[in-house]
């Protein structure tokens, strides 16, 4: 009874916790959605940008298809590649995010290495540089990672890369792709059913709320300095759940095997 008293305390804090998390979680993607759709000016004059569900943008915004802003849309080779244990990095989708569909760092000594023959083959296609952003095309879908690195690597069907052009900036992008907009992109592109690949011509069609460039670097920087505030937050109470984890399964175990008495 005391035992089970105790975890079902444990259990109650959890769960709270998991809760708090999820509400943090939320608050940030409706943060970066609405600064993606209206800006930083609550004052502004607004507009109907005449899609539904990014309803009304300031007055001197445009709506425009990704293609526009973009130099190139492409995934990457087709084909599995000859893997070796000393070559260039590949980069698959498992490498950018985690089973959560959250993205996560790179573990370079992990990845998939390829012959640089091959790598300078794959790169005449399709050649990922810094300053481009990929984005998750098979399986985890529509989550962004601009390529803030040097070094070179190739990228494999699962990965989309996005060269921009002038008109846009790519961390401006990169929040665009981490808003809600691209759950409606994704639910509208593939009208039914769950989807577990998007396409490159559906990628190009997305619909983007643009501002001009001094206002995308600002939107940008708010939500560098907002989302860092929050990601620290999560990132606390996500070490918080794991001890509170950690302690119930000790718990149990020092019960059960007697290590620990019941006064």
């Given at each position: 009874n005391f035992l089970d008293q105790?975890?079902?305390q444990i259990?109650?804090?959890?769960?709270?916790?998991?809760e708090v998390i999820e509400e943090y979680k939320k608050y940030k993607l409706s943060l970066?959605?609405?600064?993606?759709?209206?800006?930083l000016n609550p004052d502004v004059k607004m507009k109907d940008s005449?899609?539904?569900w990014i309803g009304e943008i300031p007055e001197h915004w445009e709506v425009i298809k990704l293609k526009k802003l973009t130099t190139?849309?492409?995934d990457g080779t087709h084909a599995t590649p000859t893997y070796v244990d000393?070559?260039?990095p590949f980069l698959r989708v498992t490498d950018i995010t985690d089973i959560n569909n959250i993205l996560k760092d790179i573990d370079w000594d992990k990845t998939a290495k390829i012959p640089l023959e091959e790598h300078l083959e794959l790169i005449k296609r399709c050649k990922p540089e810094k300053g481009d952003l990929l984005v998750s095309k098979n399986g985890t879908i529509g989550v962004p990672?601009?390529?803030d690195w040097d070094h070179e690597f190739s990228i494999f069907v699962s990965l989309c890369l996005i060269k921009v052009n002038n008109s846009i900036d790519v961390n401006y992008l990169y929040y665009y792709f981490n808003s809600s907009l691209i759950l409606m992109e994704i639910a509208i592109g593939g009208k039914t059913g769950t989807i577990t690949n998007l396409h490159l011509e559906m990628i190009k069609e997305f619909l983007v709320p643009l501002p001009k460039k001094e206002e995308q670097y600002q939107?940008?920087?708010?939500?560098?300095?907002?989302c860092s505030i929050i990601d620290n937050i999560i990132y606390q109470k996500e070490r918080l759940l794991t001890e509170m984890e950690s302690y119930k399964k000790s718990l149990i175990y020092e019960y059960v095997t007697g290590k620990k008495q019941v006064v």
């Open positions: 105790k975890v079902e259990d109650y804090i959890i769960e709270k916790i998991k970066i959605t609405k600064t993606v759709t209206k800006g005449g899609i539904e190139q849309i492409i000393d070559g260039i990672r601009v390529i939107i940008v920087d708010f939500l560098n300095d907002k």
